[in-house]
């Protein structure tokens, strides 16, 4: 994405663009769900929407459903659209509460109506109708997006190279200098963008920028993946259902449904873990369980020195509202945004640092809240909480952490 970006937008006026990738790494390939903004970033680089779909497998997508997280039975749409209609700057839910009817509230939302009929339609950009009230988003093959946008970056002039990452040579100022591969070759540049995901080799390691560990608000830890066969009606939203543990995932693509159990490790073991998550498939699977490990947290910076970190290399927060890509495509915005010129300015350093750790910060608050603002009753807090620094934390047993225990002991 950071290689295409660049190579469409900046051009070869402003910078060359080597990329440095090796296929014995491979690809995450887990988060397949985007936001809306995902269209303008596609937008942005020319790509036509029917040529991307086709390449990547991909849905459309109105919302994210999440199943058992307020009460068990529950479902709610986050929708991406409104409510109503708001009248003389007031909100419509405000209107529906004070006639009593705000459970009917999903039934004035367009996206919601639609995806629980499993239907779509483009959004028209006429403000008078009802069909300008709501946007959307994909759902698509991670690993076939990859190759689809590399292919797009070298037809724009970036140079590709074949290599795996052995050694960092930095300045005296600290600045990277060059990265040297596994075959003694020396890449040089004046800017190195990490994109090398958990191990973050550049930002983290050579840099060593610390990791600011967010577990104990968020203590799922790891997941395990595994594709399923097409099981009917193409559904256009991502699902997120409450399990005993964390939560797991329901991704309809064209070809097949991607399916996720997000845990933390402290309460499930990894074969009980991907025993539920079989257990919960529609259909038969496609390949063996993937499992992942994970922390959740940012690095204390993500642009130090002459090395920004994109994507997991500056941090990772579980893909509960599918935030993982739309996080890789904000540090890419504000990259293009700010690019520098040489020497780089502390002042793009400094603000490309506030934008991307504000929005780390939101997106962790937000699923804390999901935790947080849950009614069910049904599992007892394990463990006991612990004084860490005037604020207290506890350990569940479930990802759905009953309201009561947290509002009346949790702080």
């Known amino acids: 994405m950071t290689a295409a970006a660049l190579a469409a937008v900046a051009g070869r006026s402003v910078a060359e663009v080597q990329l440095v990738e090796s296929e014995e790494i491979g690809i995450v390939g887990v988060g397949e769900a985007t936001l809306p903004h995902i269209r303008a970033f596609n937008t942005r680089l020319g ?5 991307f779909m086709r390449a ?5 997508k109105l919302g994210i459903e999440f199943s ?3 009460r068990i039975g529950d479902s709610y749409i986050h929708p991406f659209g409104a409510f109503g209609h708001d009248v003389d700057g007031v909100g419509f839910h405000h209107y529906l509460s004070r006639a009593g009817h705000i459970a009917t509230l999903p039934d004035y939302s367009l996206p919601v109506v639609a995806a629980r009929h499993a239907k779509f339609a483009p959004p028209l950009d006429d403000p008078r109708s009802l069909l300008s009230t709501y946007g959307y988003a994909y759902q698509f093959d991670a690993t076939r997006y990859a190759p689809f946008l590399r292919a797009r970056a070298e037809r724009h002039g970036v140079t590709r190279t074949e290599g795996r990452v052995v050694d960092v040579e930095r300045s005296g100022t600290g600045d990277v200098v060059a990265v040297v591969l596994d075959d003694g070759r020396r890449m040089t540049g004046d800017l190195f963008v990490d994109c090398s995901g958990f191990r973050s080799l550049l930002l983290g390691q050579a840099m060593g920028e610390p990791f600011e560990d967010w577990s104990h608000w968020l203590p799922c830890d790891r997941a395990v993946a595994v594709p399923c066969a097409d099981a009917g009606t193409l559904k256009p939203y991502t699902t997120a259902t409450a399990m005993p543990a964390g939560w797991r995932w329901r991704i309809p693509l064209q070809h097949r449904v991607g399916n ?17 998550l079989l257990r919960s498939i529609e259909s038969t699977p496609l390949a063996d369980p993937r499992m992942l490990r994970f922390k959740a947290g940012r690095r204390a910076r993500s642009w130090v020195g002459n090395v920004v970190g ?3 290399a500056g941090g990772f ?3 509960l509202e599918s935030t993982s890509i739309y996080l890789i495509q904000l540090a890419i915005t504000q990259l293009l945004e700010l690019f520098p010129a040489t020497p780089i300015s502390p002042v793009d350093r400094d603000t490309f640092n506030r934008v991307v750790d504000l929005e780390y910060d939101r997106i962790r608050d937000f699923l804390i809240l999901h935790y947080h603002a849950t009614t ?5 807090v394990l463990g006991s909480c612990a004084d860490d620094g005037g604020s207290r934390h506890a350990r569940g047993k479930t990802g759905a952490v009953p309201k009561a225990r947290a509002r009346d002991d949790l702080s």
């Open 47 to 51: 790509i036509d929407e029917a040529e």
């Open 56 to 60: 990547t497998a991909a849905t459309f």
């Open 68 to 70: 058992d997280w307020a």
């Open 260 to 276: 996720g159990y997000v845990y933390a490790s402290a309460h499930i073991d990894d074969g009980a873990a991907q025993d539920a």
């Open 310 to 312: 994109v994507g997991l």
């Open 317 to 319: 927060l579980e893909p």
């Open 376 to 380: 069910r009753d049904d599992l007892a």
